[in-house]
């Protein structure tokens, strides 16, 4: 258990030491700088000119917002058609597997368009190897840029003075791919290679297992695929386990390589911002808020993992590992406590545990942290709807100090608080009718076999499936038998929204901040970049998200521990 904390404590001090660096780096990438990776210059031209995109051409925030939504409809629509008809592909299906049924190819495709990644499909017998080479892994990559791209439009928005320029998406959506995500993406594809993960075309392979006895083994083009899912916080795995395979995940080592993967971008862009605004205070203070509420989580779920169930306690059993009913011997119950917090931080959903069978607080805690939905986030998304939280402590804080609000020299005003109120509470709108029409329907037809455990567990499961599609991070409670037409088409429909609201809505915030002129700052001025105004916003998402979901809460996770 010790080796398991000193890991622990490993991975979390390194990914804050690099992401510092790297997100000067990402800052000198949006900002047009020189930096190491203009190597990929010759690559950029060559697509700008083959796609006849002029990638300089200045786009204020509705043209950039129709472009990025053009290229994830040509995404969604790339998708469902190879996966309706991976079946009759002619190569790169060794195993003859068939093709998805309409719903679960509409499921999979919006998941996968929209970074979420929630699979109602096991990957080594529900997908070939081209769909995913050629569907997920190519989209785990336009994806994830399409939120970074995002982020950087926001970033420029904050700082503009004229709304007619606001970047050019295609040309940070490129970069976003070229400069940040490759190049991380490779060097973990390379380490994991090294150390078992299988990049085969082969299809299964014979084994001769230690009893003698010869059995088949999937395997396939798993390292490209690993990398990038856990980089660009996608999450969808190559095989049905995800990172609990030791395919995926072969060792400790790759354990500590695939968690570090998952925070370092969505922490390294929270620096970005600092420097890509000349801001750095205001990034530390950001940084320490989703800290103090990372690390609590983290500490807290370690605690009640590492304890044990206490319901196996009472029998008088001694846990020396903890409760490690659906953990890997060889992770251990810390490190994949560190991964459940980490990936729904990040709204990566890969597991490396089964999280179905966490304790009920560790799994409220995994629910809690996909409630807020911006604790680093999702890369790009993740920081833009911490930002939409920023807006509403800065007007909390002007009514505070009796001045009309301001952020960094512009003045917050009506119309910027609804469009942050809206993105606020479409996210718990999404979840609770969600799991509402849910429940109704599984209590009125118990014969439909969704849940695993009908009772305040079941809710749970219910509630956590929807959390995971509004919030794109695609984990689950494996309890629940999602591979239906109801889960299909509500989750498809929740992710869709899920997703493009709230990068649409503070993407028009920034359109409206950059039109206005800059405040002179004075003794009045509410300085965002103070500690007490990292408590004011600490405490506006600790109580928006207590307020929202503690009834939730109380019917799922707090009820089953007081119950057992």
């Known amino acids: 258990m010790n080796s398991e904390i000193l890991g622990i404590a490993l991975i979390?001090?390194?990914?804050?030491?690099?992401?510092y660096p790297l997100g000067k780096y990402i800052g000198k990438v949006f900002s047009g700088e020189k930096v190491w990776s203009d190597f990929f210059n010759p690559l950029e031209k060559f697509v700008f000119r083959i796609t006849s995109i002029n990638p300089n051409e200045s786009m204020d925030w509705k043209e950039n917002m129709k472009a990025l939504l053009r290229l994830n409809v040509v995404f969604f629509i790339w998708s469902i058609l190879l996966l309706m008809v991976q079946k009759y592909i002619p190569f790169w299906n060794p195993v003859q597997i068939g093709n998805m049924e309409a719903t679960q190819a509409f499921n999979t495709a919006v998941s996968f368009t929209t970074n979420t990644n929630l699979q109602h499909y096991s990957g080594e017998t529900g997908a070939t190897y081209f769909s995913q080479l050629i569907v997920f892994c190519f989209l785990q990559f336009v994806t994830a840029a399409s939120g970074i791209a995002a982020l950087a439009l926001l970033f420029k928005g904050i700082m503009q003075k004229q709304a007619t320029d606001l970047g050019n998406i295609y040309n940070l959506f490129l970069k976003s791919c070229t400069r940040i995500l490759l190049p991380l993406s490779f060097v973990v594809a390379l380490i994991l290679l090294l150390n078992g993960t299988p990049t085969t075309f082969e299809g299964l392979q014979k084994v001769v297992s230690l009893e003698g006895d010869t059995t088949l083994v999937a395997t396939g083009p798993a390292a490209p695929m690993i990398a990038i899912k856990q980089v660009g916080t996608n999450g969808g795995g190559f095989f049905g386990s995800n990172s609990a395979h030791p395919f995926e995940n072969p060792n400790y080592l790759t354990n500590m390589v695939e968690n570090f993967s998952i925070l370092i971008i969505p922490v390294a862009l929270v620096f970005a911002f600092g420097f890509y605004l000349n801001k750095k205070k205001l990034a530390w203070i950001f940084f320490g808020v989703m800290t103090v509420v990372f690390l609590t989580f983290v500490s807290s779920t370690i605690y009640l993992e590492s304890t044990?169930?206490?319901?196996?306690?009472k029998l008088g059993i001694t846990q020396s590992m903890g409760s490690m009913e659906g953990k890997e011997v060889r992770l251990g119950s810390a490190a994949s406590a560190l991964w459940g917090v980490s990936t729904t931080s990040t709204s990566n959903g890969s597991v490396n545990a089964m999280h179905d069978s966490f304790t009920p607080l560790s799994g409220g805690i995994?629910?809690?942290d996909m409630f807020i939905n911006s604790i680093y986030g999702g890369v790009g998304v993740g920081f833009i709807n911490f930002f939409m939280f920023v807006i509403i402590a800065v007007f909390i804080g002007g009514l505070m100090v009796g001045r009309t609000p301001e952020f960094l020299g512009k003045k917050i005003e009506a119309r910027e608080v609804k469009i942050a109120a809206l993105i606020i509470l479409i996210h718990p709108f999404l979840i609770l009718v969600g799991t509402a029409i849910a429940s109704f329907v599984a209590a009125n037809n118990t014969s439909i076999g969704w849940l695993s455990n009908p009772s305040f567990h079941g809710f749970s499961q219910i509630l956590y499936e929807f959390t995971s599609a509004a919030a794109n991070n695609g984990s689950g409670f494996e309890g629940l038998g999602d591979n239906t037409t109801f889960w299909?088409?509500?989750?498809?429909?929740?992710?869709?929204?899920g997703r493009y609201i709230p990068i649409i809505g503070p993407i028009a915030i920034a359109g409206s901040l950059a039109s206005k002129k800059t405040v002179p700052f004075s003794e009045g001025t509410l300085k965002v970049d103070s500690i007490a105004f990292g408590v004011v916003l600490l405490g506006v998402i600790v109580v928006v998200a207590a307020l929202s979901f503690f009834p939730a809460l109380s019917l799922g996770p707090l009820a089953e521990f007081f119950t057992t």
Do not use: D, H
Request: charged content about 5%; proline content about 4%.
């Open 488 to 497: 299909n088409i509500s989750t498809g429909i929740v992710m869709l929204l």
């Open 366 to 368: 995994l629910l809690l």
């Open 12 to 19: 979390i001090v390194l990914t804050f030491l690099v992401a």
């Open 308 to 313: 044990g169930n206490p319901e196996i306690a």
